[in-house]
């Protein structure tokens, strides 16, 4: 085995069957790791690459929890997105979701959580230049998306503070490609 050898690993993605979501299962099938996929639902285009695919409800703890039982890493990818949608929609999925996908890898003892965000957490309506990791959140936001998506980042960000899970956030903007549902 050489030094810089991948070693699988059991990892879980939320939201496994989005566009987001399913690219990131099959780079994780591709280098080897175990990989399970919680849904809302099953998605047929994971079956061939042999997933394993709990179905269940971010806003649910218990299933959660349960979707995390033996898992080295997650990587959060699911969300409530924008443009459309209630308040309530955005703060269960966004917010709550998080909350529980963090109390889960705590409960369940697992190492390492990759948090999705997006750059709307520190945009407050007007342009933006030179901005990186000690941009500071806006006190107010021009979107529910983008509100709850800074409440999701900020417990992640807090979760990583201490012991376990060790924790990431990453930003990305305007994600597109084959099979985009939304371009």
């Known amino acids: 085995m050489t030094p810089n ?5 059991t990892v879980l993605v939320t939201g496994g069957g989005g566009f987001l979501g399913s690219a990131v299962v099959r ?10 996929s ?12 042999g997933v ?5 409800d971010i806003c649910d703890p218990d ?14 990818t699911a969300a409530k997105a924008p443009p459309w949608g209630r308040p309530l929609d955005y703060d269960r999925v966004n917010a ?6 963090i109390a889960a890898c705590r409960r369940r003892g697992v190492g390492r959580l990759v948090h999705t965000s997006t750059p ?24 529910d998306y983008a509100r709850t998506k800074a409440e999701a980042e ?30």
């Open 154 to 183: 900020r417990s992640v960000v807090a979760a990583g503070r201490r012991p376990a899970p060790a924790t990431v956030c990453l930003r990305p903007h305007e994600i597109w490609g084959p099979g985009d549902p939304h371009f």
């Open 38 to 49: 919680f849904a809302r639902r099953r998605h047929p285009a994971l079956e061939p690459l």
């Open 52 to 56: 394993e695919q709990l179905q269940g």
């Open 63 to 76: 299933a959660v929890d349960r979707a995390c039982d033996g898992v080295d890493v997650v990587h959060h």
């Open 120 to 143: 709307s957490v520190v945009f407050d309506g007007r342009d933006l230049e030179g901005v990186d990791e000690s941009t500071p959140y806006p006190g107010r936001y021009p979107t």
């Open 96 to 101: 709550t979701g998080t909350a529980n996908v």
């Open 27 to 36: 780079l994780l099938v591709a280098r080897g790791d175990r990989v399970r």
């Open 5 to 9: 050898a991948h070693r699988p690993e």
